[in-house]
């Protein structure tokens, strides 16, 4: 698997597994099976109540643990900076792990107004050696700058909502700009994934593989990590099957055209949107 560098010497593979909605029983099988068609990053989150799941989808895949990245989310009602860190301790005995590989800011809720203590609980839980990596999800570019200007530390990752009906390609500018790697979530978009637009469409066709691989490439090729989720081990086997062909530019610059300014999905924007 290729791998993207991060802002602090460490890498992650290109293409992660999103675990959301999975639990239980099935949610264990599907996991454990993205670990066996090749998935080496599971993107999970504290609010997915799916962290069990991913602690012992990694012990029944029987990889070594170094081999496998780990990563889930402090939510909203966590926030505060002695209450992040303990949100990280939380989950880390809910997966039965010693440490995580990447823990994101879920979501910034602005009007609570405890970003920059959640962040420098983050700070503090890498310098305890809880997390290697840490991060932010749906964050905007003044909320970005604020959380860095207060700690000096920049975010390694930002995990935003990305598909060709929502390209963000302001927030990719500002990501590159301060040297913050993009991740996507809904990235084939999901329920309104684009497989019968005409740039998705004729690419598929014109290299021979699916609608859903287009997209996934897209991504690759502008440069983000994609956390398909798929309970079924074909489709996951597919989505991760993108490294044997490449996009014109003139391709990749039309599925981007398929961007609107209303693309979200349900409306998630982080100035006005908040999780608990
Ligand atoms: N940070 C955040 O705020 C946030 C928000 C939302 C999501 N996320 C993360 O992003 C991950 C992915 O997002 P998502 O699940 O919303 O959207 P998605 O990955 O874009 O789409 C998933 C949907 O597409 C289907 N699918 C998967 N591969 C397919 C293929 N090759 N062809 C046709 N259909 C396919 C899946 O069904 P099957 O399972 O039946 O294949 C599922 O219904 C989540 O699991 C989560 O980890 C993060």
Same mark, same amino acid.
């Given at each position: 698997?290729?791998?993207? !560098?991060?802002?602090?010497?460490?890498?992650?593979?290109?293409?992660?597994f999103g675990t959301y909605p999975l639990r239980g029983e099935n949610g264990i099988a599907a996991m454990t099976s993205a670990l066996e068609v090749g998935y080496?990053?599971l993107?999970s989150? @504290?609010?997915y109540r799916n962290e069990y799941e991913v602690g012992e989808a990694l012990r029944r895949s029987g990889l070594?643990? /170094?081999?496998v990245?780990?990563? #889930?989310?402090?939510?909203?009602?966590?926030?505060?900076?002695?209450?992040?860190?303990?949100?990280?301790?939380?989950?880390?005995?809910?997966?039965?792990?010693?440490?995580? *590989?990447? @823990?994101?800011?879920? $979501?910034?809720?602005?009007?609570?107004?405890?970003?920059? =203590?959640? $962040? !420098?609980?983050? @700070?503090?839980?890498?310098?305890?050696?809880?997390?290697?990596?840490?991060?932010?999800?749906? +964050? #905007?570019?003044?909320?970005?700058?604020?959380?860095? /200007?207060? #700690?000096?530390?920049?975010?390694?990752?930002?995990?935003?909502?990305?598909?060709? =009906? +929502?390209?963000?390609?302001?927030?990719?500018?500002?990501?590159? =700009?301060?040297?913050?790697?993009?991740?996507? $979530?809904?990235?084939?978009?999901? =329920? /309104?994934?684009?497989?019968?637009?005409?740039?998705? %469409?004729?690419? %598929?066709?014109?290299?021979?593989?699916?609608?859903?691989?287009?997209?996934?490439? $897209?991504?690759?090729?502008?440069?983000?990590?994609?956390?398909?989720k798929s309970a079924n081990p074909e489709r996951q086997r597919?989505n991760? *099957?993108? +490294?044997?062909?490449?996009?014109?530019?003139?391709?990749? !610059?039309?599925?981007?055209?398929?961007?609107?300014?209303?693309?979200?999905?349900?409306?998630? *924007?982080?100035? #006005?949107?908040?999780?608990?």
């Amino acid at each position: 698997m290729e791998t993207y !560098e991060l802002n602090d010497g460490t890498t992650l593979p290109k293409i992660g597994f999103g675990t959301y909605p999975l639990r239980g029983e099935n949610g264990i099988a599907a996991m454990t099976s993205a670990l066996e068609v090749g998935y080496r990053l599971l993107d999970s989150a @504290v609010n997915y109540r799916n962290e069990y799941e991913v602690g012992e989808a990694l012990r029944r895949s029987g990889l070594p643990r /170094d081999e496998v990245q780990i990563a #889930t989310k402090v939510p909203g009602r966590d926030h505060g900076r002695g209450k992040a860190i303990a949100s990280i301790e939380a989950s880390l005995e809910v997966m039965g792990l010693d440490r995580l *590989d990447l @823990v994101l800011i879920h $979501w910034p809720n602005p009007s609570q107004g405890k970003y920059v =203590r959640t $962040w !420098e609980g983050l @700070v503090e839980a890498r310098e305890q050696g809880l997390v290697r990596s840490i991060g932010v999800s749906n +964050f #905007t570019e003044p909320l970005l700058q604020e959380i860095i /200007d207060a #700690t000096g530390v920049i975010p390694a990752v930002n995990q935003i909502e990305l598909h060709p =009906r +929502f390209p963000q390609v302001d927030m990719r500018a500002v990501h590159a =700009r301060l040297g913050i790697q993009t991740s996507s $979530w809904s990235p084939l978009g999901k =329920r /309104d994934a684009a497989y019968d637009e005409a740039p998705v %469409a004729d690419a %598929a066709k014109a290299h021979g593989v699916t609608p859903a691989q287009v997209i996934l490439r $897209w991504q690759l090729q502008i440069g983000s990590l994609p956390l398909p989720k798929s309970a079924n081990p074909e489709r996951q086997r597919t989505n991760l *099957d993108v +490294f044997g062909f490449e996009l014109t530019d003139a391709e990749v !610059e039309a599925i981007t055209g398929l961007g609107k300014p209303d693309g979200r999905l349900f409306g998630g *924007d982080p100035n #006005t949107h908040e999780e608990m």
